[in-house]
C-alpha cells in the first residue's frame, strides 16, 4: 500500500475519516509537467457501504507557480471538495469523472493519482502573478468578436455598397443555382 492508499478490506460499513499531507515528492511521483511544487493538507472522508463507496475530499493549500508574464514564482492558494463514487465491478473503469467501477477483489484504494488532478485542475491556464491581477480583470478582449467591416451585426445593415455595386461578374453567381 502507498502513502495515499486506504485499505478497504477491513473497514467497516461506515463513515471513515483519512489525512494526508501533500509536498513536493508527492508531485515528484504522480506528475511534475503542470505542477511541481506545493503544500497542500487533504481530508478524505470514505462513507463505505455494502455494493459501493462514496469519497469526498477537501483539498486546501498553496501551490507554487511560475507567471506566465514575468517568469517569477508566485503561491497560489487551492481550495477545492471532491466526490467519487466507488463502485464494484469486474474490472477497473473510470465511468465519469465521479464514478469510478473498482474490482471486487480490490484491497487498496490508491488515491493519489486522483488528489494530483483534483489539485491540477485547480491551477488557471494563465497563470499571473498577482500584481498582475488587476491587469487580468481589465482584459476584457479576450473572448470577444471584433468585426473589421460590415457594420453591426446585430442591426443587419451593412457598410458595404449596395448590391447594386456588385462587380457584374459575381451576378453570374446567382444563376447557378
Given at each position: 500500500?502507498?502513502?495515499?492508499?486506504?485499505?478497504?478490506?477491513?473497514?467497516?460499513?461506515?463513515?471513515?475519516?483519512?489525512?494526508?499531507?501533500?509536498?513536493?515528492?508527492?508531485?515528484?511521483?504522480?506528475?511534475?509537467?503542470?505542477?511541481?511544487?506545493?503544500?497542500?493538507?487533504?481530508?478524505?472522508?470514505?462513507?463505505?457501504?455494502?455494493?459501493f463507496l462514496?469519497?469526498?475530499?477537501?483539498?486546501?493549500?498553496?501551490?507554487?507557480?511560475?507567471?506566465?508574464?514575468?517568469?517569477?514564482?508566485?503561491?497560489?492558494?487551492?481550495?477545492?471538495?471532491?466526490?467519487?463514487?466507488?463502485?464494484?465491478g469486474?474490472?477497473?473503469?473510470?465511468?465519469?469523472?465521479?464514478?469510478?467501477?473498482?474490482?471486487?477483489?480490490?484491497?487498496?484504494?490508491?488515491?493519489?493519482?486522483?488528489?494530483?488532478?483534483?489539485?491540477?485542475?485547480?491551477?488557471?491556464l494563465?497563470?499571473?502573478?498577482?500584481?498582475?491581477?488587476?491587469?487580468?480583470?481589465?482584459?476584457?478582449?479576450?473572448?470577444?468578436?471584433?468585426?473589421?467591416?460590415?457594420?453591426?451585426?446585430?442591426?443587419?445593415?451593412?457598410?458595404?455598397?449596395?448590391?447594386?455595386?456588385?462587380?457584374?461578374?459575381?451576378?453570374?453567381?446567382?444563376?447557378?443555382?
Amino acid at each position: 500500500m502507498g502513502a495515499y492508499g486506504i485499505n478497504i478490506v477491513g473497514l467497516s460499513n461506515k463513515e471513515h475519516q483519512f489525512e494526508f499531507e501533500i509536498g513536493d515528492a508527492f508531485f515528484r511521483k504522480y506528475g511534475s509537467d503542470l505542477l511541481s511544487e506545493g503544500t497542500f493538507h487533504a481530508d478524505v472522508l470514505l462513507f463505505k457501504h455494502e455494493t459501493f463507496l462514496e469519497a469526498e475530499f477537501k483539498i486546501k493549500g498553496i501551490a507554487k507557480l511560475v507567471c506566465d508574464r514575468s517568469l517569477e514564482p508566485f503561491d497560489y492558494p487551492i481550495e477545492n471538495v471532491h466526490k467519487v463514487m466507488f463502485k464494484y465491478g469486474d474490472a477497473d473503469e473510470e465511468i465519469t469523472d465521479e464514478i469510478m467501477i473498482i474490482h471486487r477483489d480490490t484491497a487498496t484504494l490508491e488515491l493519489g493519482q486522483l488528489m494530483y488532478e483534483f489539485i491540477s485542475l485547480a491551477v488557471p491556464l494563465k497563470k499571473l502573478h498577482p500584481k498582475f491581477q488587476d491587469e487580468a480583470d481589465d482584459d476584457d478582449s479576450e473572448g470577444k468578436i471584433v468585426y473589421s467591416s460590415g457594420g453591426d451585426p446585430e442591426d443587419g445593415k451593412s457598410n458595404d455598397k449596395d448590391d447594386d455595386d456588385i462587380d457584374p461578374r459575381w451576378n453570374i453567381l446567382k444563376n447557378l443555382q
